[in-house]
């Protein structure tokens, strides 16, 4: 699937052509890459990791943005069970190249994302993120106070965007 492409300005450069489509098999290793170095060495000890282990993204719902051939930003979304609330959906990792970071590749992976998933039908998105970050996006941690996530993470960081009106009401688990 191609999506659109948009210009985005980078620092100390001039500003390029970004595109933000569907991850392919040829960007695993580049993905990989980003993510050990946008996330460190213990990004597979987060307890969001445990509902991603062993696990594909949902169907369509992985994107990565390049530059050109080089890939700076990626974002996947994961079918997961809230309690009794169907069709939701677990966002993570968003990353994005470090020299690349403040220039909107991002922003426009997580609009882009959660436009797409909310198109196939899903009711709800949750992730484990920086309330600050995510609130722009519509996220809050408003429904997500009788959900729980394998291992340990801080009770404020566990957001949801909710696509259907209370999609997550009386969610527990």
């Known amino acids: 699937m191609m999506l659109p492409t948009v210009a985005i300005p980078h620092h100390h450069k001039q500003p390029k052509r970004i595109t933000i489509r569907g991850e392919r098999r040829s960007d695993v290793a580049a993905r990989e890459k980003l993510l050990d170095a946008a996330m460190g060495p213990d990004r597979f000890a987060k307890s969001s990791e445990r509902l991603r282990e062993g696990r594909k993204p949902a169907r369509g719902l992985a994107l990565t943005a390049l530059e050109g051939q080089r890939l700076i930003g990626t974002v996947r979304l994961w079918s997961v069970t809230a309690g009794a609330a169907s069709g939701c959906l677990l966002l993570g990792p968003l990353a994005v190249a470090s020299d690349v970071r403040g220039c909107g590749v991002g922003a426009d992976l997580m609009r882009r994302a959660l436009r797409e ?57």
């Not at 600050?132 to 394998?150: D, N, Q, W």
């Not at 801080?154 to 696509?163: G, I, S």
């Open 117 to 173: 998933a909310k198109r196939r039908g899903y009711r709800a998105v949750l992730l484990v993120g920086d309330p600050a970050y995510y609130r722009r996006f519509g996220f809050s941690a408003e429904s997500t106070g009788m959900l729980r996530i394998p291992g340990p993470y801080e009770r404020e960081r566990l957001l949801a965007h909710e696509f259907a009106p209370e999609a997550l009401k009386g969610a527990r688990g």
